[in-house]
């Protein structure tokens, strides 16, 4: 244990020398299942040092962040962290195609950089479904003193995870898909990893634990939400509160009024909320189902419970009411129509978020990504992208192009859908370094599809129903769309997004609903600079890189520790090591 405690300190005292310049976070983290039961039933839940969500790390515009991570749990193990853009830096991503998994029993150590941003993001695990069953955590990037913030500073900043939940585990949840059934109707939603206040007692049973969030009269509080979900588009909204959107996923957004809000499977948002009330009762705060029916659907709604200081009493009564638009989507859409950057505030740079023109900057590449109903490839349920329905190789991509491994994935991603029949391959899409994009998600699914992107913000400039085609241009927008990392498409419709490829390696393109996800429904794009390259225009392979498929012989033995009683003094001796480079480099310490 002491020599992994020393080759940490190596590894955080070499990365120290490499960013010197600013300052530090570490994170400790021991990734294991608990028991909770925030349905009312035990079930094992993924935890982060017995914590379920994880913890929110608390981090500054330009931060290096350190974050050693012991695989407890019984299967492999990544960590990704959604939305951070890890500039030319795609081995820190944490998927499968830069990085191999973390072995049960091993740890592994993340070292990246929060680059020029600033926002509202999370992490999660990406592998196999166990993001429904937690180990989920806020990510939250302040702005620099130097740099103003386009409203006065909240007095309080409050995270809260929404999000369907099921009582069956991932793995029996990953069991149906893989024998081609749907995962059906959530059990509940969940906030901040509990279950509904008991609103109404024939729907709510009793014993179940809810959040409560306790704030003072008068006072603004920002509320960042993620949805954190497995599959539901949930509408947010805080009873007889005004939601004032000021950011979504790192982007100031121009300041508006909601009453409610829809958040989709991956979306994050900020709201200042004032509390302006007079208090006479607790205050309801709800996530509920979208486009379902909502009479059958009445159980997967969350409620938590806002608290004035001087409450009088108890919330009761009826819940505020949902959009009044059950099955008709163009409420929702208008909704995120209306959402627009804040072009002339500064963000994690002083210069306008606007000084970028996206709109006038000539299009290198365009591709249309087409998502149907899931389809049968070799006798098995899958989705697809443009008619591919993505395999992931044992090798992850960037690791075989470091090492010359050929055959591990093809560069024949097309530019439109093919007419064929689907096929299941590892098809990527191939672009290079400072091209200027030009993605089309077509949705001609029946559910909402949320797309992520992973390395980069983009920024969205249309979503409408029906086919897209070239004419749809006409109804860009090319000034104020929003720029984040996820975005909505509806069923039957499209969104229209342009992104700057100023970071080579290899990122993801995926749908954030696990289920369409874990079927297929995802690719990468390829990024290469054929002027500068490897060393030059992206950071070079980590020291302490695992490797695994063609590669797996190279990889050094770690002997399995997890959360035993040994691990317990290994943790301990880390901790002991990191106090001493935290003393030597005036860093922060985040434990």
């Not at 009762?281 to 409620?303: C, K, P, Q």
């Not at 490797?547 to 050094?556: E, I, P, T, V």
Request: aromatic share 12%; charged share 15%; proline share 6%.
């Amino acid at each position: 244990m002491a020599a992994a405690a020393a080759a940490l300190l190596v590894f955080v005292a070499g990365a120290f020398v490499a960013q010197a310049t600013d300052p530090y976070a570490f994170f400790d983290w021991d990734v294991s299942f608990i028991t909770a039961s925030p349905l009312g039933v035990p079930q094992k839940v993924i935890a982060i040092n017995k914590q379920f969500p994880g913890p929110v790390m608390n981090l500054t515009t330009n931060y290096n962040v350190v974050v050693n991570v012991l695989n407890s749990l019984d299967e492999p193990l990544l960590i990704t962290w959604d939305g951070i853009q890890q500039r030319k830096n795609c081995w820190q991503d944490g998927v499968l195609g830069t990085t191999c998994p973390i072995p049960p029993g091993w740890n592994w150590t993340y070292n990246f950089q929060v680059k020029d941003q600033i926002g509202s993001f999370f992490y999660f695990p990406p592998l196999s479904l166990q993001r429904a069953a937690g180990g989920f955590g806020g990510i939250t990037v302040n702005n620099r003193a130097v740099i103003s913030v386009p409203f006065d500073t909240p007095d309080g900043d409050i995270t809260l995870f929404i999000g369907d939940w099921y009582k069956k585990s991932h793995t029996d949840l990953r069991k149906m898909l893989d024998d081609g059934k749907e995962l059906g109707m959530p059990d509940g939603v969940l906030m901040n990893g509990k279950g509904p206040y008991r609103y109404n007692d024939s729907l709510v049973p009793a014993g179940i634990e809810h959040e409560t969030i306790k704030v003072e009269p008068g006072k603004t509080y920002r509320f960042r939400v993620h949805n954190v979900g497995v599959s539901t588009s949930l509408n947010f909204r805080i009873q007889n509160h005004n939601l004032a959107l000021v950011e979504t996923e790192g982007s100031y957004t121009m300041k508006q009024n909601f009453t409610n809000l829809d958040i989709h499977v991956g979306q994050s948002y900020s709201f200042l909320v004032t509390m302006d009330q007079n208090a006479s009762s607790d205050y309801y705060i709800v996530a509920s189902a979208r486009f379902v029916n909502e009479s059958l659907w009445t159980r997967v709604t969350g409620v938590a419970i806002l608290q004035y200081s001087n409450s009088k009493g108890k919330a009761s009564g009826p819940l505020p009411d949902p959009p009044n638009d059950e099955y008709d989507k163009t409420f929702s859409m208008n909704q995120a129509r209306s959402i627009r950057m804040n072009v002339s505030t500064g963000a994690a740079r002083p210069n306008p978020q606007g000084s970028f023109h996206y709109g006038s900057i000539n299009v290198s590449q365009v591709y249309k990504l087409r998502n149907e109903p899931p389809v049968t490839i070799n006798g098995k349920k899958r989705t697809t992208l443009s008619g591919i329905s993505f395999s992931p190789p044992d090798t992850p991509m960037r690791l075989a192009d470091l090492y010359d491994k050929k055959g591990v994935y093809t560069l024949d991603f097309p530019t439109m859908p093919i007419n064929g029949p689907p096929v299941m391959k590892t098809s990527v899409i191939n672009s290079t370094y400072k091209n200027f994009l030009e993605i089309v998600f077509q949705n001609n699914d029946t559910k909402v599809q949320t797309y992520h992107i992973d390395g980069y913000a983009f920024w969205v400039v249309g979503m409408d129903y029906g086919e897209w085609t070239e004419n749809s241009r006409g109804t860009y927008n090319k000034w104020d769309g929003v720029s984040r990392c996820t975005t909505q498409v509806f069923p039957g419709a499209w969104t229209a997004v342009m992104l700057s490829l100023d970071s080579p390696g290899f990122w993801n393109v995926r749908t954030e609903n696990l289920d369409t996800w874990y079927l297929g429904q995802e690719t990468y794009i390829r990024v290469v600079d054929p002027d500068g390259g490897y060393n030059v225009t992206e950071m070079v392979a980590p020291d302490n890189m695992l490797y695994c498929g063609l590669l797996k012989d190279k990889q050094k033995a770690q002997k399995p520790h997890g959360s035993s009683s040994s691990s317990s003094s290994a943790a301990s001796l880390n901790h002991y090591w990191l106090a001493i480079v935290v003393s030597l480099v005036a860093a922060v310490f985040v434990q």
